[in-house]
DNA sequence: TTTATTTACGCAAACGATTCCGTATTTGCA
DNA sequence: TGCAAATACGGAATCGTTTGCGTAAATAAA
């Protein structure tokens, strides 16, 4: 059911040549007379010669491929990151093969599995949520796939990464929801096991610090699967809801996160930001639509994925092992609404 | 830099017999005894042997992976539909590379050009909103490459195509706003060469038809790239808004093109729906949260990529040409916010 | 006991391209 | 004219795997 590609025996038999000559003349080779060459090259155009990749990866032992793994592809963030990583490919011609985890450690296992078995020519990763133990990763690592990590990293693997200043951005957030005269701001974050939830937080923390308000645990709360599931939001912000001291403002670090507190605000019928201000994390770009215009940092996920592709690309085209690394941080933006601003 | 896979050959060596034998044992031929079997299996595991994928689609000539041509990845509607094909393909032990045509044909060229050359074992495309010329897409499906048109077809190219009701869901739309109380009602709409756009169109003109609303035809604007470039959006809105019969309410048929037209009401001062009532195409899920609350005609995105998939591997897996194709009409969804009920 | 059949394995070709050698012919130089 | 060197090409191995064919040894049938 397939179609029989022309090969370089093709047109050796065309020519009466033999293989080597012909590869030669396509190579141009100084081994090969110009006459020759021009005779190939005619006759390569005419039977619409194309290379066979695959025979070409087996021999060089490289498929010109790099596998993405990331937790879902349907989420502005990541599709933007996945739109940088793939303009890059493309001008140096790479193919993107993309494989979604969905949050689940077993399947970030099996599918880095499979892209390596497939002998990508390295990997771009952002972690599961549930992963924890980074043996799959490191056991490629140790064998020599180029690896970038990208949002989600982890200090254990020593490699390139690209992430933004997740401390910065809400530090800032934090400090403008202060600046603004709020002062019982709560925060909705992923799971703990992630490495931006730990940094956002810290940037929560310290902001808090900085301005002399006090640090409430209760105020903090944790959505394991950072908002892929919406019960999961709607719980959390019950718990912030039927505080005694209700927080008057509040912290959303994903996309996901950010549009569940919105929906359940929307759905009890509470107003932001009077009932509770809000800023959140997102990449999406009709913000400004919502009711009210929302406060939000947004990342430059486009860039990101444009860096860690170039810097995989260094990887995998180095000559010699690399054994420095280098950790891109770029920076967030706060996009003010009116979200964040008292009423 | 790469790490040595272990081979075939190493097991051989390591256990005195053949490369044939290790093959064949590994394959569970029953030309080997049980003994030899064991053993091999048991090496195999030990040095953690991983068939080369590259030398088996050499061999066999397929490469397992599907090839997908969008416009754009980071677009809810697009990046939902890789999703579907993603779940699939995983499912079948698929690889998906993707590849965006950013609307231009001769990138839509190049990528496909690009993929077949990858050895890809079939394509799942929507046109880029430039093609009117198939003759590249044609000529690789004569060739006999498995191909599944989705969303933006042509039926020039007789093959499985995936759809959904695009006629039904904009005349359910209009006679919604027309049964709302709204008479003059204007389209914005994409590129007059998309198979979309002209089934949206039908939809809408025979809705006002229906319901003896005369259609005119300064009341349906088009954008050339669909919402991608925003100036062309706000023109098209300008001309709209500047006609001395001002329409009470629009259509806009892609997910850019309403945030666009949303973007350019809302920055001008104009209210939604007193001003202009709105229905558009959307694949957001937050429309919800908009101001005011959006009515939207959603696609079944993820059904769609899933459905292509199927269709695709269908093909591909088939032992025998197949000269019966499928259409496949899919329902889109009218979802109501109050955007499109009369103040 | 002889012949036929099965069993269990190895050899080598094949997939498409590259590349290390080897070599016949031509050219250059003395 | 004679010999070295350059020129231009072919043969065959290689990448990792599968598979058609051949065959020695073991077993079964006559």
């Known amino acids: 059911m397939k179609f029989e590609a022309v090969t370089i025996k093709d047109i050796a038999k065309a020519l009466g040549l033999s293989t080597s000559t012909v590869s030669r003349a396509l190579r141009d080779s100084y081994e090969i007379s110009a006459e020759t060459k021009q005779l190939v090259l005619e006759c390569a155009e005419k039977l619409n010669y194309k290379p066979n990749p695959i025979a ?19 989420n502005n963030f990541f599709s933007q990151i996945i739109n940088g990583i793939e303009s890059i490919a493309y001008d140096k011609g790479y193919n993107v093969i993309v494989a979604q985890s969905r949050e689940s450690y077993e399947r970030e296992v099996i599918d880095l599995q499979f892209l390596a078995s497939r002998s990508v020519d390295g990997l771009i990763i952002s972690l599961s949520t549930e992963t924890t133990d980074l043996t799959h990763i490191k056991a490629l690592h140790d064998r020599g796939m180029p690896i970038v990590l990208i949002d989600r990293i982890n200090d254990e693997i020593d490699t390139h ?23 019982r701001i709560a925060a909705i974050a992923g799971s703990e096991f992630l490495s931006i939830t730990n940094e956002r937080l810290a940037g929560y923390h ?22 892929m599931i919406f ?9 912030l ?23 359940t605000m929307k759905r009890r019928g509470l107003h932001v930001p009077k009932d509770m201000a809000i800023i959140g994390f997102s990449n999406s770009d009709i913000m400004e639509l919502f009711d009210p215009p929302l406060t939000y940092i947004r990342q430059p996920a486009e860039e990101m994925g444009r860096d860690a ?21 770029l920076s967030p933006q706060l996009i003010i609404g009116s979200s964040s601003i008292k009423h």
């Open 309 to 329: 592709t170039e810097l995989l690309l260094q990887l995998i085209e180095s000559k010699r092992p690399i054994t420095e690394f280098e950790k891109r941080v």
């Open 161 to 183: 990464k690209v992430i933004v200043d997740n401390y910065k951005g809400v530090y800032d957030a934090t400090e403008h929801l202060i600046k603004n005269g709020f002062k």
């Open 56 to 74: 070409l990866s087996l021999k060089e032992k490289r498929s010109r491929s790099i596998g993405v793994v990331i937790c879902e592809i349907a």
């Open 241 to 263: 809801l039927t505080l005694k001291q209700r927080p008057d403002a509040l912290i959303t670090t994903s996309d996901k996160l950010t549009t569940g507190c919105l929906k």
């Open 231 to 239: 019960s999961e939001v709607e719980e959390a912000m019950n718990k």
């Open 206 to 227: 310290d902001a808090l610090k900085a301005n002399n308000l006090s640090f409430s645990k209760e105020y903090v709360q944790h959505c394991f699967y950072g908002g």
